[in-house]
Each structure stands twice: as C-alpha cells, then as structure tokens.
C-alpha cells in the first residue's frame, strides 16, 4: 500500500481516538452528576451512561488506538527515517503520554462500570483537558516538524492550559451562580406535576 494512504488512514484513525477520549469524559462526567439525582432518575441515567460508555469505548475508541498505533508502525515501517528525526521523538513522547491518559481513562471507566465513583465531575473536567493539550502539541510539531521551536511550544501549550484551567473554573463559578441544579430539579418537578 502507497505510504500517503497509510498515512491517511493513520490520521483517520487519530481523529477517531482522539474524539472518543474527549466523549468518554464527558460520559464520566454526566455519570458522576447523575449520583446525586432522585430516584429514579439517578438508575435509569447511570444505566444508560455505563451502556453509552461501553458502546463508545469498544467500538470506537479502543478500535481507533489500536489502528492508528498500527498504521503509525507502518508509517514508520515503510520510511524510518522519522525515527532518526528529534520532532519525532518528542512527538512519540507525547503519543506516550496519550496511551498513559486512555489507561487512565480505562481505570475510570472499569470503576465506573462496577458503580465506584472516585472523581468529582469538577476533577473529570480538570483531567478531561489532557488530550486536547496532546494535540495541539502534536499537530504543532509534525506540522513544523522543528524540534528546536518544541520549547516555544511547550511554553505555549502550558499557557494553554493554565488558560484551560481558569476556564473551568469560571465555568464552575457561572455553573453555581445559575444554579443549573436548581433549575433542573425545577423542570422535573413540574414534569411530575404533569403526570
């Protein structure tokens, strides 16, 4: 096979990842909140969060690492010389700390299958801002394909997550100031009024 669609596929592959590790959170999330819904409520939303999460972990976002890691072997298989390239080596470290984050996840996701519940949705929110600063790290350097500007782009991607972090927790203020709860427990209840 031609190495551009290998590298195509590569690519494909990432994207999906990459998009079922930023959803898996969001499930977490949403599963954690549920824990302090009324029941019935909170059975038949955690219910439905660990089938949600199941279908998306293991039909697309465990598939998606395997491929990707498989046609980025391939990649390298058919031109080694990117092993010989620094960009490269900073880019698998990244890579590295991609599978170390979807172990992470993984653990989550085991825990919250078995109704264990170990982090807050504020700390999944927190942890759910890992990968999107693995890819911006990633698309910077095998765009500039530079090791020598990598340190400006650290420099870069901290102040991305620091400016990550600030956001999450504005967000948290606004959150509590409009008491989303509240008003969520109000549109049940009148919902219940109803029947």
Known sequence: ????????????????????????????????EAEKKPEPAKEILQTQ????????WYIIT?????????????????NPIYLEMPWMHIKLTFVLALYVYHGL??????????????????KLRIINEAPTIILFAVVFLVTLKSAINWIWGVVGIILFGVI????????????????????????LESDDKKE
């Not at 996840?105 to 504020?122: E, M, P, R």
């Open 1 to 32: 096979m031609d190495f551009l669609y290998v590298k195509a596929l590569h690519i494909i592959f990432v994207v999906t990842w990459f998009a079922g590790l930023f959803y898996i959170v969001r499930l977490f999330m949403y599963h954690v």
């Open 164 to 187: 990550l972090m600030l956001g999450i927790r504005l967000y948290k203020k606004i959150r509590e100031k409009r008491s989303w709860e509240k008003a969520e427990r109000e549109v």
């Open 62 to 78: 465990w598939p998606s690492a395997i491929l990707a890691s498989f046609f980025a072997f391939w990649m390298l298989y058919k």
């Open 105 to 122: 996840c993984h653990k989550i996701y085991k825990q919250l299958q078995n109704d264990v519940i170990k982090y807050t949705a504020f």
């Open 49 to 56: 969060y660990k089938l949600m999460s199941k279908r998306l």
